[in-house]
């Protein structure tokens, strides 16, 4: 789903990133799993050979108006320090503005994703790749695994506050249609005009949600895990997120850590949802979370 922008965007980001800090500080103190994984992982590598403890790549897919170095950059990091081999890249962007991206149409987007996924399995030799995105890249993840013909290129799908079933975005589909003439399509037209269609396809009823919902979401042979926060104001109502199907597990941050208020945008630094991602993309060394951190409610 699309972010705030402004200064409200600012604070929440610096909500967020003071968050992630004090979460970091807390957990130093503790043993690292860090230590018992052989860090030889990296960042955009195309040289980064896939070990035999995380034989699968991960491609990191951000939410809209972010980029590859703007929003799960932090994960990748600690993703890539223990040991896998992690890639990610800044997908629906218009040429004339290549600093933010998510803004074009999901199908379009994910031409781009399938493109890059073909690339990171030619340059590593693995059979597989693992998919974690955040918010709308949680949602390219499920489509690229659905709706582009390589569900058996991908091994895991781990997809953090997708608006899986459409968003109200906190409301603001009824605003529309209570203060706008035209109410739902004006507001369409007004995201298309602005450059970002994609607005239209995150919301419920959208070209993408409707092709993604049409059957199962779930493919044969993937594994997929859909993390989400119950404080989560932007993927509302929360549970839309959520794929209730045979082989989805689904899980609320809180369900591990019920005094986190995190948020939408805090999920993608907060590091309980960093343990719930590295359980998901390793479970057979899958560890509880013994010390909660607090991340962003914004």
């Not at 970091?24 to 403890?53: K, V």
């Not at 079933?165 to 109410?183: E, N």
């Not at 932007?234 to 989805?248: D, I, K, N, Y």
Request: one cysteine or more; proline letters at 8%; hydrophobic letters at 45%.
């Amino acid at each position: 789903m699309a972010r705030t922008t402004g200064t409200a965007r600012g604070t929440r980001r610096w909500l967020a990133r003071a968050g992630l800090a004090l979460a970091l500080s807390l957990g130093a103190a503790l043993p690292a799993q860090a230590a018992q994984d052989s860090p030889t992982g990296g960042i955009n590598d195309f040289s980064c050979r896939p070990g035999a403890a995380h034989p699968e790549p991960v491609v990191l897919l951000h939410g809209t108006f972010a980029t590859w170095y703007e929003d799960l950059n932090y994960l990748q990091a600690d993703l890539a320090a223990r040991g896998w081999c992690t890639f990610a890249l800044t997908y629906g962007a218009y040429p004339q503005f290549p600093l933010v991206g998510g803004l074009r149409p999901v199908a379009e987007s994910n031409l781009e994703i399938k493109e890059y996924v073909a690339k990171v399995r030619a340059a590593t030799g693995a059979a597989k790749v693992s998919v974690v995105g955040h918010s709308e890249g949680g949602l390219q993840a499920l489509y690229l695994a659905k709706m582009q013909g390589i569900a058996g290129q991908l091994g895991r799908v781990v997809a953090i506050a997708p608006p899986t079933h459409g968003t109200d975005a906190a409301g603001l589909i009824r605003l529309a249609d209570a203060v706008l003439p035209g109410g739902r399509a004006t507001l369409d037209s007004i995201a298309a005009t602005l450059g970002i269609p994609v607005l239209s396809d995150e919301f419920p009823g959208g070209p993408a949600i409707e092709a993604l919902n049409d059957g199962p979401v779930a493919q044969p042979g993937v594994a997929y895990t859909i993390i989400s926060s119950r404080y989560d104001e932007l993927v509302t109502p929360t549970e839309t997120a959520f794929v209730r199907e045979p082989g989805v597990a689904n899980r609320y941050v809180q369900d591990s850590c019920p005094l986190d208020p995190v948020g939408h945008i805090g999920e993608a630094y907060d590091l309980n949802v960093w343990h719930l991602v590295r359980n998901a993309l390793d479970p057979e060394h899958a560890r509880p979370i013994l010390v909660c951190a607090v991340g962003s409610p914004g």
